[in-house]
T-cell receptor, first 113, second 114 residues
Framework: NAGVMQNPRHLVRRRGQEARLRCSPM?????VYWYRQLPEEGLKFMVY????????ESGMPKERFSAEFPKEGPSILRIQQVVRGDSAAYFC???????????FGNGTRLTVT | GNSVTQMEGPVTLSEEAFLTINCTYT??????LFWYVQYPGEGLQLLLK?????DKGSNKGFEATYRKETTSFHLEKGSVQVSDSAVYFC?????????????FGEGTQLTVNP
């Protein structure tokens, strides 16, 4: 059973470009969470999604950031017009039910130059 | 709101030394508590958990006891190994918040020298 798969592992973007981060949850998991880890800091919750629904986006910046989890395919975290402050590791986690422990992917490390 | 405070790192120990990483929390309800470990370049792995007061979580020689009276969940190991070198995160989740959403501490870097 493959774990949570994130790609790419590393992503470099110039300021103003768009970044698209993908997350395929574990098989049978329909709950997806995105977290951001800034350098030397802990993980901060961004958004919680179920298939085709955003359940909780209270941790998402109000502008430039969006997330989706379509009926088919991976969850996507999209960052438009990236700035240097967006440089971080972005982790996806999934669970089979709302109150199950989370399984994390290995993250996407975004560098904005 | 919810918050988790961990002892500041980094922590450097010799092999076979005793480990304690302190963790205290603030929560409005009755949270579940977790310790996650992150090895270099990897995601977080669940190390252990406790869901109610006085529960003890344990795994791979690590232990932590849910202490409601002191709002703490300190991580301990009697004899650390070089392979335990990693970043350790304390976290909590509450039923009142959405799903399995976790609030994390800042993380504690542990280095174990041979």
């Amino acid at each position: 059973n493959a774990g949570v798969m994130q790609n790419p592992r590393h992503l470099v973007r110039r300021r103003g470009q768009e970044a698209r981060l993908r997350c395929s949850p574990m098989k049978g998991h329909s709950h997806v969470y995105w977290y951001r880890q800034l350098p030397e800091e802990g993980l901060k919750f961004m958004v919680y999604l179920q298939k085709e629904n955003i359940i909780d986006e209270s941790g998402m910046p109000k502008e430039r950031f969006s997330a989706e989890f379509p009926k088919e395919g991976p969850s996507i975290l999209r960052i438009q017009q990236v700035v240097r402050g967006d440089s971080a590791a972005y982790f996806c986690a999934s669970s089979p039910t709302p109150n199950s422990p989370l399984h994390f992917g290995n993250g996407t490390r975004l560098t904005v130059t | 709101g919810n918050s988790v405070t961990q002892m500041e790192g980094p922590v450097t120990l010799s092999e076979e030394a005793f480990l304690t990483i302190n963790c205290t929390y603030t929560a409005t309800g009755y949270p579940s508590l977790f310790w996650y470990v992150q090895y270099p370049g990897e995601g977080l792995q669940l190390l252990l958990k406790a869901t109610k007061a006085d529960d003890k979580g344990s795994n791979k020689g690590f232990e932590a006891t849910y202490r409601k009276e002191t709002t703490s969940f300190h991580l301990e190991k009697g004899s650390v190994q070089v392979s335990d070198s990693a970043v350790y995160f304390c976290a909590l989740s509450e039923r009142e918040t959405s799903g399995s959403r976790l609030t994390f501490g800042e993380g504690t870097q542990l280095t174990v020298n041979p």
